[in-house]
Protein backbone atom coordinates (compact mmCIF):
# COMPACT_ATOMS: atom_id res chain seq x y z
CA UNK A 1 0.00 0.00 0.00
CA UNK A 2 1.58 3.45 -1.10
CA UNK A 3 1.41 6.53 1.17
CA UNK A 4 -1.08 9.22 -0.58
CA UNK A 5 -0.94 12.93 0.67
CA UNK A 6 -4.28 14.00 0.83
CA UNK A 7 -4.71 17.05 -2.34
CA UNK A 8 -7.43 19.05 -0.67
CA UNK A 9 -6.01 19.59 3.02
CA UNK A 10 -2.42 20.03 1.62
CA UNK A 11 -4.21 22.85 -0.68
CA UNK A 12 -6.13 24.38 2.32
CA UNK A 13 -2.51 24.52 3.92
CA UNK A 14 -0.95 26.03 1.27
CA UNK A 15 -3.28 29.02 0.05
CA UNK A 16 -4.69 29.85 3.71
CA UNK A 17 -2.10 32.92 4.22
CA UNK A 18 -3.18 34.09 1.14
CA UNK A 19 -6.58 33.72 1.75
CA UNK A 20 -5.90 35.44 4.64
CA UNK A 21 -3.86 38.73 3.98
CA UNK A 22 -7.22 39.51 1.44
CA UNK A 23 -9.39 40.36 4.17
CA UNK A 24 -9.37 44.09 4.94
CA UNK A 25 -9.09 45.30 8.49
CA UNK A 26 -11.26 46.93 10.64
CA UNK A 27 -11.20 50.82 11.12
CA UNK A 28 -11.97 53.44 13.44
CA UNK A 29 -15.44 55.03 12.01
CA UNK A 30 -14.28 58.92 11.54
CA UNK A 31 -15.94 61.98 13.79
CA UNK A 32 -18.31 62.45 9.72
CA UNK A 33 -19.59 58.98 10.41
CA UNK A 34 -20.18 59.04 13.73
CA UNK A 35 -21.95 62.41 14.01
CA UNK A 36 -24.25 60.89 10.78
CA UNK A 37 -25.00 58.02 13.24
CA UNK A 38 -25.79 59.96 16.18
CA UNK A 39 -27.58 62.88 14.80
CA UNK A 40 -28.67 62.35 11.11
CA UNK A 41 -29.67 58.46 10.33
CA UNK A 42 -33.18 59.38 11.92
CA UNK A 43 -34.26 61.37 8.65
CA UNK A 44 -31.40 60.63 5.87
CA UNK A 45 -31.10 57.19 5.57
CA UNK A 46 -28.34 55.44 3.61
CA UNK A 47 -31.70 54.63 0.98
CA UNK A 48 -33.08 56.60 -1.32
CA UNK A 49 -36.88 57.09 -1.02
Known sequence: ???RIP???LM???AG???AADTPA???PGRGELL???HCIA???AQPR
Open 26 to 28: LRE
Open 7 to 9: IVP
Open 43 to 45: CHD
Open 36 to 38: YAT
Open 12 to 14: LVL
Open 1 to 3: MST
Open 17 to 19: PAL
